[in-house]
C-alpha cells in the first residue's frame, strides 16, 4: 500500500455496491479514544462503507468515534500514512465490531 488517503479517493470514485468488497490490509490498524484509555486493534477487513475491528471492546450501537487508520508498511512520518475517518459503531462480532464511515455532508 502506497497510501491511506490515495486508497480511499480511489475507493470512493468507483461506483458504490449494494454490497462493498471487504479487503484485507495487512498491517492496517485503528487508532482511537473513546473517553478511558486510547486503544489500537488490527483492522480485520475494509470496504468503501466501514471496517472491522478485532478487539474485545463493544461499542454501543450508534456510537460516533473518530479513528486514525494507519499502516505499519508506511513510515510514521509520511503525510499518506494515517487518515483520520468518522466512523459509528453498527455491529458486533465474536471477535470484534463493525463500523460504518460517517461522510461529511
Excluded at 478487539?55 to 460516533?64: A, M, N, Q, S
Excluded at 455491529?91 to 463500523?99: A, F, M, Q, S, T
Aim: hydrophobic share 35%; glycine share 10%; net charge neutral.
Amino acid at each position: 500500500m502506497k497510501s491511506l488517503k490515495g486508497w480511499f479517493a480511489r475507493a470512493f470514485s468507483e461506483e458504490i455496491n449494494p454490497r462493498p468488497e471487504r479487503r484485507s490490509v495487512p498491517g492496517l490498524q485503528a487508532l482511537h479514544w473513546t473517553g478511558e484509555a486510547p486503544g489500537q486493534n488490527v483492522v480485520k477487513d475494509i470496504s468503501t462503507s466501514g471496517i472491522y475491528l478485532l478487539t474485545e471492546e463493544r461499542w454501543t450501537p450508534g456510537t460516533v468515534t473518530p479513528i486514525v487508520l494507519t499502516c505499519a508498511d508506511l513510515p510514521e512520518s509520511s503525510p499518506d500514512g494515517h487518515i483520520l475517518v468518522q466512523t459509528k459503531s453498527v455491529r458486533w462480532g465474536k471477535d470484534g465490531i463493525g463500523l460504518a464511515f460517517v461522510l461529511p455532508d
